[in-house]
């Protein structure tokens, strides 16, 4: 078996100002974080974290590797936070999928509410679970399923990267097939629809990763868009595994943008969550840019009316 196509797409969704999501879709890595904080920490959180996982995932393979990249991220974010008191208490949870084409396997550590699903033979299985209070309380027996999707709380998450100086990782393998799709997002997708509209995505797009990805996310805003959306879609496919180890990777890439996640710098550019990966094909991003820019282009316009207003007015007089 080897990876096959892979598409990875973030939103800002229709009620947020930032996003406050990242990805990596960088074969063998495919991962999401989603960032919490004040201002604008939580990008800076969700954007260390899937740097720290891109710069090394390269010359890794296994449970073990993803647990050590994650950890490796809690401590970069753990230790930005300590030396910034602006970014105090910022986290992120982080969903990293980790394939290994030689084993045919998938390693999968995770930490928070962001999840990975397995789609195969029609079949949607949720992989990881929930560090989330309202699925403790499901799995404790105290609050049905049907209760946590209105739950008032169901966003609070009861582990995160970066917020203390260890975390725990939940690690764990799936033997791989040809003809498994798998998904990585953030809550903002899994709040707003449920998995049948999921599968219907998948259907409606033929398996496409582009198309699933672009319905996705389409799909989270029809629903209301109350969160930043992201999803991570590959597939695993028939031949010869086709990966090369690639010990320098994106790694000089990779520190640039970490260097430029300063909170000086920070403030008020920020690079954009889908700009972690800078040159990988086929990573797009929709929306959070755009805004800004039109935002920009009316200010100018309203201006020169304004201009041209004041100068009539003032040879009318
Ligand atoms: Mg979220």
Same mark, same amino acid.
């Given at each position: 078996?080897?990876?096959?196509?892979?598409?990875?797409?973030?939103?800002?969704?229709?009620?947020?100002?930032?996003?406050?999501?990242?990805?990596?879709?960088?074969?063998?890595?495919?991962?999401?974080?989603?960032?919490?904080?004040?201002?604008?920490?939580?990008?800076?959180?969700?954007?260390?974290?899937?740097?720290?996982?891109?710069?090394?995932?390269?010359?890794?393979?296994?449970?073990?590797?993803?647990?050590?990249?994650?950890?490796?991220?809690?401590?970069?974010?753990?230790?930005?936070?300590?030396?910034?008191?602006?970014?105090?208490?910022?986290?992120?949870?982080?969903?990293?999928?980790?394939?290994?084409?030689?084993?045919?396997?998938?390693?999968?550590?995770?930490?928070?509410?962001?999840?990975?699903?397995?789609?195969?033979?029609?079949?949607?299985?949720?992989?990881?679970?929930?560090?989330?209070?309202?699925?403790?309380?499901?799995?404790?027996?105290?609050?049905?399923?049907?209760?946590?999707?209105?739950?008032?709380?169901?966003?609070?998450?009861?582990?995160?990267? *970066?917020? @203390?100086?260890? $975390?725990? /990782?939940?690690? =764990?393998? #799936?033997?791989?097939? %040809?003809?498994? +799709?798998? !998904?990585?997002?953030?809550?903002?997708?899994?709040?707003?629809?449920?998995?049948?509209?999921?599968?219907?995505?998948?259907?409606?797009?033929?398996?496409?990763?582009?198309?699933?990805?672009?319905?996705?996310?389409?799909?989270?805003?029809?629903? *209301?868009? @109350?969160?930043? $959306?992201? /999803?991570?879609? =590959?597939? #695993?496919?028939?031949? %010869?595994?086709? +990966?090369? !180890?690639?010990?320098?990777?994106?790694?000089?890439?990779?520190?640039?943008?970490?260097?430029?996640?300063?909170?000086?710098?920070?403030?008020?550019?920020?690079?954009?969550?889908?700009?972690?990966?800078?040159?990988?094909?086929?990573?797009?991003?929709?929306?959070?840019?755009?805004?800004?820019?039109?935002?920009?282009?009316?200010?100018?316009?309203?201006?020169?009316?304004?201009?041209?207003?004041?100068?009539?007015?003032?040879?009318?007089?």
């Amino acid at each position: 078996m080897r990876t096959g196509r892979a598409s990875a797409l973030t939103d800002t969704g229709r009620r947020r100002m930032q996003n406050e999501d990242a990805f990596v879709c960088d074969p063998p890595l495919y991962a999401v974080a989603d960032g919490m904080g004040g201002a604008q920490a939580g990008e800076i959180a969700s954007r260390l974290a899937a740097t720290a996982l891109e710069e090394r995932a390269h010359d890794l393979l296994g449970e073990e590797a993803v647990a050590d990249l994650i950890r490796e991220a809690n401590d970069r974010i753990f230790r930005h936070a300590l030396a910034d008191p602006t970014v105090a208490g910022m986290g992120t949870t982080v969903t990293a999928l980790l394939v290994d084409e030689e084993a045919g396997t998938v390693a999968v550590g995770h930490v928070g509410d962001s999840r990975a699903y397995l789609l195969r033979d029609g079949a949607l299985e949720q992989l990881t679970a929930d560090h989330s209070l309202v699925a403790e309380l499901v799995r404790s027996g105290r609050l049905t399923p049907e209760e946590a999707e209105q739950h008032p709380h169901r966003s609070v998450i009861t582990r995160a990267l *970066g917020t @203390e100086p260890d $975390v725990e /990782v939940d690690t =764990f393998s #799936i033997a791989a097939a %040809a003809g498994d +799709l798998y !998904l990585v997002c953030s809550d903002g997708l899994t709040s707003m629809i449920g998995d049948d509209q999921i599968i219907a995505v998948v259907d409606e797009a033929e398996r496409d990763p582009d198309g699933i990805a672009e319905g996705l996310v389409r799909a989270a805003n029809r629903a *209301g868009g @109350e969160d930043n $959306v992201t /999803v991570v879609v =590959f597939e #695993i496919v028939e031949g %010869a595994p086709a +990966l090369l !180890l690639e010990p320098d990777g994106p790694t000089a890439e990779a520190a640039a943008v970490a260097a430029a996640v300063t909170p000086d710098e920070a403030s008020p550019v920020v690079p954009a969550a889908g700009e972690i990966g800078p040159g990988v094909e086929p990573v797009r991003r929709h929306g959070a840019g755009s805004g800004g820019r039109w935002l920009a282009l009316a200010a100018i316009l309203v201006a020169l009316a304004s201009a041209v207003v004041l100068v009539w007015w003032g040879l009318a007089r």
